[in-house]
C-alpha cells in the first residue's frame, strides 16, 4: 500500500485552510516527506474575515514546523466597480494581511451582489483561483492539490473539480476521522485558539460566513456584535443579501429582542449549516 502522505509526482499545492484539519494534513505530509522540496508549495488564501486566532495559527503552524508557507489575497487589477481589469493576487504575511475584509470587498465590487447559497462565488474566488493564478504566475501547468477532507466526510470528496489540477485527499486515504484530528491537537504544545465544540469550530473560516447555521450567526452577534457590522453593511451596499432567510441587520436586531433567554432552546433558531467553506465542493 501506498504511504497516504506521501508526495505524488510533479507538482504539490498543499491548501491550507488555517483550521485543525488542514493543519494536521500538513503535519502529517512533513512527517512522511522531511523536509519539503521546491516543487511543493502551501498555500494560506486570506478573505480579510477570518478571526486573528487563525492567522497567529497559520503563522504559528510555518513557524514551528519550519515550514515557509504563502499568504495569498484576491487582488483586482483597474476597477473592479467598472470591470475595467482582470482578477489578479497579493502575496502577504502575517502582518501584512487584510483584517477588515479588504479582498472579500474587491470581489464584491467586481460582482455587485453578495454570495449566497445558489451563488458560491467567494471560497472559489477568494481561495481556488486566488491560488491558481499564483501558481500559473510561477509557471505551473500541472499539479495535485492536497485538500484537507478527511475520511469519515469523504462525501465532500469531488474528483471531478480540474479547476487546479489533479486532487489530492491524503485524509481520505488514511481514513482520518474527526476523532483522530482531535487526538492530535490535544498532545501538540499550541492548538487554535477558536472556540472547539464537538470538534467544530464556530468562529472559523470567515467569521460570520453566511454557511453557518443560524444559532451559530446568533451566538457570534452575541458574544461579538461588532462582528456583524461588514456583513449589514455589505447587505445595504449592495441592496441584496447573503441569506435566503432575511438579512443580517433583521437576524441582530432579533437577538437583541429575544436576549440570552433565546439559546436556552434548540428549537429558537436553524441549526443547519450550508456546508463547509472549502471551495473545492
Known sequence: MVEPYKLPDGN??????????????????????????????????????????????????????????????????GDAQKRDGYPTFNVVNHNSASRNGEPFLRVLEHRQF????????????????????????????????????????????????????????????AHVTKRHVSDFWQSQPFDLQLLNVGGKTPHGNCDMCFLKSEATLAAIMRDMPERADWWIDIERRFGKRFR??????????????????????EGNLCQADGGDCTGWS
Open 12 to 77: 504539490v499545492q498543499i491548501s491550507f485552510s488555517g483550521g485543525r484539519t488542514s493543519a494536521f494534513m500538513l503535519h502529517q505530509i512533513l512527517e512522511a516527506n522531511g523536509d519539503l522540496p521546491d516543487r511543493v508549495q502551501v498555500l494560506f488564501s486570506n478573505t480579510g474575515k477570518e478571526m486573528e486566532e487563525t492567522l497567529s495559527f497559520v503563522n504559528e503552524c510555518s513557524v514551528r514546523w519550519g515550514v515557509p508557507i504563502t499568504w495569498l489575497e484576491y487582488d483586482y487589477a
Open 114 to 173: 453578495p454570495p449566497n447559497l445558489r451563488s458560491r462565488f467567494c471560497s472559489s474566488e477568494l481561495k481556488v483561483r486566488t491560488m491558481k493564478r499564483y501558481l500559473k504566475h510561477k509557471g505551473w501547468r500541472d499539479w495535485h492539490a492536497a485538500v484537507g477532507i478527511r475520511g469519515d466526510e469523504a462525501q465532500r470528496v469531488n474528483y471531478k473539480n480540474k479547476e487546479c489540477g489533479d486532487l489530492w485527499y491524503p485524509l481520505v486515504q
Open 244 to 265: 435566503h432567510k432575511g438579512t443580517f441587520a433583521e437576524l441582530r436586531d432579533f437577538v437583541d429582542a429575544q436576549q440570552d433567554w433565546l439559546f436556552s432552546d
